[in-house]
């Protein structure tokens, strides 16, 4: 099976486009289509489907899903053998998304301010081809998102199917990774440095903050994300700097201070290092 994960930026949340339970007799193929411009989710109910994405084969048997790419070519690579139902979604997002072997993380691409109560940004990680540990709760689930399309009162209405949507999809990617001590460390980590970018940050505070000695805090960091939890640090006081400087007027020095850079001058050699150019540049050359 595969180990991919499909990693989506949020907000803004993705949105349910159509879907629908369909049944192949044996001997029929699944429809070939390229750059559908939506992810395809489908959810295999009974039976096997034999499914192929560029040149990347995939058998979904009972009780299994896989996700679908929207820029990708996907088709049957062999019939149907038996009766086989399956669930299918269409679901759409603007935000950036990312599949590779491990989770990525992203921050928005929304301007979001942080002075005040705020949104967080959030990355949602599913499973590429994943089994549904409680199928059951999940086909109920997927029925009553179809079923919320189609009654037409003010109880159920776009907002109940938006809402049944997002909650399908909390419950597949829980369902979907193996969360172990490691990655569910990693989480929390980086949720406290999402929320603490504009402090004076170091291992020995992960340590005290955490209990952990900080060896095993970038362990888990690195497992999980690839880099340390200095380095995810730096790009998020990065990307927040980008925000405030297409975005707002401050200075650079207010603006340095502001995502957690005591030195203008470290801030603007740091920032020219990982984009190419200085702040200032980057404003000019950026900003509309």
């Known amino acids: 099976m595969s180990g991919e994960i499909?990693?989506?930026?949020?907000?803004?949340?993705?949105?349910?486009?159509?879907?629908?339970?369909?049944?192949?007799?044996?001997?029929?193929?699944?429809?070939?289509?390229?750059?559908?411009?939506?992810?395809?989710?489908?959810v295999v109910k009974k039976g096997c489907l034999y499914l192929i994405e560029e040149n990347q084969q995939f058998e979904v048997k009972q009780n299994e899903m896989l996700i679908l790419l929207p820029d990708k070519h996907?088709?049957?690579?062999?019939?149907?053998?038996?009766?086989?139902?399956?669930?299918?979604?269409?679901?759409?997002?603007?935000?950036?998304?990312?599949?590779?072997?491990?989770?990525?993380?992203?921050?928005s691409d929304l301007p979001i301010p942080d002075l005040h109560f705020h949104q967080r940004s959030y990355t949602l990680h599913l499973q590429k081809h994943a089994t549904i540990k409680e199928p059951e709760i999940l086909f109920e689930l997927i029925q009553t998102i179809l079923d919320s399309t189609v009654i037409?009162?003010?109880?159920?209405?776009?907002?109940?199917?938006?809402?049944?949507?997002?909650?399908?999809?909390?419950?597949?990617?829980?369902?979907?990774?193996?969360?172990?001590?490691?990655?569910?460390?990693?989480?929390?980590?980086?949720?406290?440095?999402?929320?603490?970018?504009?402090?004076?940050?170091?291992?020995?505070?992960?340590?005290?903050?955490?209990?952990?000695?900080?060896?095993?805090?970038?362990?888990?960091?690195?497992?999980?994300?690839?880099?340390?939890?200095?380095?995810?640090?730096a790009d998020i006081r990065m990307e927040r700097a980008k925000q405030y400087l297409l975005r707002t007027d401050l200075e650079i020095q207010q603006i340095s201070k502001m995502v957690g850079f005591n030195s203008e001058i470290y801030f603007s050699n740091r920032f020219k290092k990982l984009e190419g150019l200085s702040p200032q540049r980057y404003r000019k050359k950026y900003k509309s």
């Not at 402090?199 to 497992?223: D, P, R």
């Open 152 to 233: 037409e009162t003010e109880e159920h209405d776009i907002w109940q199917t938006e809402e049944l949507f997002l909650r399908f999809l909390k419950f597949i990617e829980n369902q979907g990774i193996h969360r172990d001590r490691l990655t569910v460390l990693a989480e929390q980590v980086q949720l406290f440095l999402e929320n603490n970018s504009e402090k004076a940050v170091t291992n020995q505070l992960l340590e005290e903050h955490f209990h952990l000695h900080s060896n095993y805090i970038s362990t888990a960091m690195k497992k999980t994300f690839g880099k340390t939890p200095l380095e995810i640090l």
């Open 6 to 42: 499909i990693s989506i930026s949020i907000p803004p949340f993705p949105d349910f486009i159509e879907g629908n339970y369909r049944v192949f007799q044996k001997g029929q193929n699944h429809p070939n289509r390229k750059a559908l411009g939506y992810f395809d989710l489908i």
């Open 74 to 107: 996907h088709y049957t690579w062999r019939p149907v053998e038996e009766e086989t139902g399956f669930y299918w979604l269409h679901f759409y997002t603007t935000a950036q998304w990312k599949q590779s072997t491990r989770p990525s993380r992203f921050i």
